[in-house]
């Protein structure tokens, strides 16, 4: 535990001396991703008066119409990240190949994957929107590593969290040993420690999901949602309450400081369309899902533990039901039956 009011900077300094023999450069990417993060709550705060809204004039391998914003932070992260000799590579998801790194750039131990600005569309009407960031170790003596070197299990991250531009940015980290909270402070330029061992209400009366999809849900999540809109009338025997805010990172915020439940289950639709979800597994739900789960919730597809899934490509897609422990454990057994 530290003490609140601890900088990011002496946090992650503080935490490379527990770590024996550490060379520093875990320590030198995380300052490189609040680097990349402080430029993007600059950028989004100023919104359409450094002409940043609206779209760009092209697709992300999503097939999703870029905008000008998604292209911005994915430079700003790149730029932030390729320098200092932390990285051995990136991926985002506004970048269909792995990224490597120029002829003569200094290679590092570590492979970053990046959700740039999770619910970028929310730019344009001035709704909070996210980074999401993903850490693995790098494999060993690899000049430039490939999209195969990216396909490890969400357990195998040394580090995850996200950045939110919101009222306040607050970045929020996790290396394995619980959940802290970081507010930018625009006066000084540094992220202070506002929360520390952040823990997740194991129960909640709120749900978080887009329910236009409903006609297409499998049995389990119609269940499940019917039981929560029934109220105390209903077997769940107390009134829910609903929320869609159409960016991940601002709901997975939500439910880290007061508890809920996230859901972007697989549907019907998507079946047909042959997609596997809507939320991307390496770049938004494994970073999530770890911090969720280090902060004593749960994190599943709804029939397998997210961080234990195998990826097979950078931008495979994973239906999410994460929050609460007792929630999410509910919608699980609604699948076994
Ligand atoms: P819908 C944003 O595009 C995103 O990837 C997540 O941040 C968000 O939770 C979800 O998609 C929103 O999806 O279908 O409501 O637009």
Redesign the pocket.
């Known amino acids: 535990m530290y003490q609140i009011g601890t900088t990011l900077t002496q946090y992650i300094i503080e935490e490379q001396h527990t770590y024996e023999g550490a060379s520093g450069h875990f320590t030198g990417l995380l300052n490189d991703i609040a680097t990349a993060c402080k430029k993007l709550s600059g950028l989004t705060r100023k919104g359409a008066l450094v002409g940043v809204l609206g779209a760009a004039s092209s697709e992300n391998v999503q097939g999703e119409i870029q905008k000008k914003m998604d292209i911005i932070s994915n430079d700003v992260f790149i730029e932030a990240l390729e320098n200092n000799g932390h990285v051995a590579a990136l991926a985002s998801e506004e970048m269909e190949t792995v990224y490597n790194l120029k002829e003569g750039k200094r290679r590092g131990g570590y492979l970053v994957t990046f959700d740039p600005l ?2 970028s ?1 929310n730019m344009d009407v001035n709704v909070s929107v996210g980074t999401i960031f993903s850490v693995v170790k790098a494999p060993k003596g690899v000049l430039n590593p490939t999209a195969e070197d990216f396909l490890l299990p969400g357990t195998k991250q040394v580090a995850a969290g996200y950045c939110l531009y919101g009222p306040s940015t607050i970045m929020v980290i996790t290396t394995g040993r619980g959940v802290s909270m970081f507010t930018l402070d625009n006066s000084c330029g540094e992220f202070i420690l506002t929360r520390d061992d952040v823990k997740i209400p194991e129960d909640t009366k709120e749900f978080a999901i ?1 329910t236009s999809n409903q006609r297409h849900w499998e049995a389990p999540i119609q269940r499940y949602i019917q039981e929560c809109v029934a109220g105390k009338e209903g077997v769940r025997g107390k009134d829910f309450n609903m929320r ?1 805010v ?4 601002a ?1 997975v915020h939500r439910i880290l400081s007061r508890g809920g439940i996230f859901m ?1 289950p697989l549907d019907e639709k998507m079946r047909k369309s042959g997609k596997e979800g ?2 991307r597994l390496l770049y ?1 739900a494994n970073p999530m899902s770890m911090v969720i789960e280090q902060a004593g919730g749960l994190a599943s597809t709804g029939r397998e533990r997210i961080l234990e899934m195998q990826p097979y490509a950078l931008h495979q897609r994973v239906p999410v039901v994460l929050g609460s422990k007792n929630e999410v454990q509910r919608v699980i057994d609604y699948h076994l039956l």
């Open positions: 999770d619910g569309s887009n869609w159409a960016s991940m990172v709901e972007y809507k939320l938004e």
